[in-house]
């Protein structure tokens, strides 16, 4: 079927012009519906091997494998074995449940209250971002980006994963 937003074939809808910028690409709602989008980050699929759920924007490491897919932890900076950071996780995971985690790129809609645009972000002692570059002398530091938006539904730049420094 054919209207002047789209066509249909094999259910899915298809735009019906070319995309705005050059470099777009074709993606998904996984609704059916496609469109032209930027690639605004890297991801890899990885298993959540917490007993809890790990929410969106959450730093955290591999500590092995669940079939193809690396199994993940939440980080913390003053511990050396949940450390380094490899994933910012970019939804909300139940535990034993796969899902997206982000490399390199933007992540939206996180709680970067307190934030400004511009502000460096670590991995904090204890887990999550800080803005305060950790000191304490089992403290390992790493730096996973920068805010682009601060506030609630907040975004940003995933630089990750950065070098670890320690103290």
Same mark, same amino acid.
């Given at each position: 079927?054919?209207? %002047?937003?789209?066509?249909? /074939? &094999?259910?899915?809808?298809?735009?019906? %012009?070319?995309?705005?910028? /050059? &470099?777009?690409?074709?993606?998904?709602?996984?609704?059916?519906n496609l469109s032209f989008g930027n690639v605004e980050a890297t991801y890899d699929i990885i298993y959540n091997g917490e007993a809890t759920t790990l929410v969106k924007g959450t730093p955290v490491y591999i500590s092995g494998s669940n079939g193809a897919n690396p199994k993940v932890f939440r980080a913390d900076a003053s511990n050396a074995?949940?450390?380094p950071v490899t994933y910012i996780v970019s939804e909300n995971i139940n535990s034993g449940n796969t899902g997206r985690g982000i490399l390199l790129g933007n992540i939206e809609g996180i709680d970067l209250t307190g934030y400004t645009a511009g502000t460096a972000v670590y991995v904090a002692e204890g887990g999550g971002w800080t803005s305060t570059r950790p000191t304490g002398s089992n403290t390992i530091i790493q730096f996973l980006g920068l805010v682009t938006k601060e506030g609630n539904g907040g975004k940003g730049l995933v630089l990750n994963p950065g070098p670890v420094v320690l103290p």
């Open positions: 079927t054919l209207d %002047t937003n789209h066509f249909t /074939a &094999s259910g899915l809808h298809y735009p019906t %012009t070319d995309g705005t910028l /050059a &470099s777009q690409v074709l993606q998904t709602d996984a609704a059916g074995a949940k450390m």
